[in-house]
C-alpha cells in the first residue's frame, strides 16, 4: 500500500478515495503494453510504406511493358527475351501489391472488445465488485 487516506470505522462517501496501492507488477504489464502498442505502430507504418513502395514499382512495370509493347507494335526489331522479362516484371510487381493487401486485410482483420465496462489497466480476467 503506498497510501491510505482513511482508517478502519471512518465514515466515507461514494467515490472518495480510500487508499493508493503500489503495483509495480502492473506498471510493468502497462510498460509492456505501451512497448506492444508501439512496435505495433512502427509494423503499420512499414507495411504503408511497403505498399507505396510496391504501388511505386508496379507503376514502373507497367509503364515500361507498355513502352515496349508499344515499340514492338511500331514494327521495332527487340528481342523477346526482353518482353518476356518486362512483361515478367510488371505481373511480379502487379502479385507484390496483390498480397500487400491481403496481408494488410489480415492485420486489420482481427478485434478484440472489453468484456465489461471498465477503465483497462492490463491483460486479466474482468471482475466486478458487487456492493
Known amino acids: 500500500m503506498k497510501q491510505r487516506y482513511v482508517d478502519i470505522g471512518d465514515r466515507v462517501s461514494e467515490n472518495q478515495l480510500l487508499a493508493e496501492i503500489e503495483a509495480p507488477e502492473l506498471d510493468q504489464q502497462v510498460a509492456q503494453a505501451r512497448a506492444t502498442l508501439a512496435q505495433a505502430n512502427n509494423q503499420l507504418d512499414q507495411a504503408k510504406a511497403d505498399d507505396v513502395d510496391a504501388r511505386a514499382k508496379l507503376e514502373l512495370a507497367r509503364v ?8 514492338v507494335d511500331h514494327g521495332a526489331d527487340l528481342p523477346a527475351r526482353d518482353g518476356d522479362q518486362q512483361l515478367a516484371t510488371f505481373r511480379s510487381a502487379s502479385a507484390a501489391v496483390d498480397f500487400g493487401a491481403a496481408r494488410n486485410r489480415l492485420r486489420t482483420g482481427a478485434t478484440i472488445v472489453a468484456p465489461c465496462a471498465l477503465t483497462w489497466i492490463a491483460w486479466f480476467p474482468c471482475r466486478t465488485l458487487k456492493k
Open 64 to 71: 515500361t511493358w507498355d513502352r515496349y509493347k508499344a515499340l
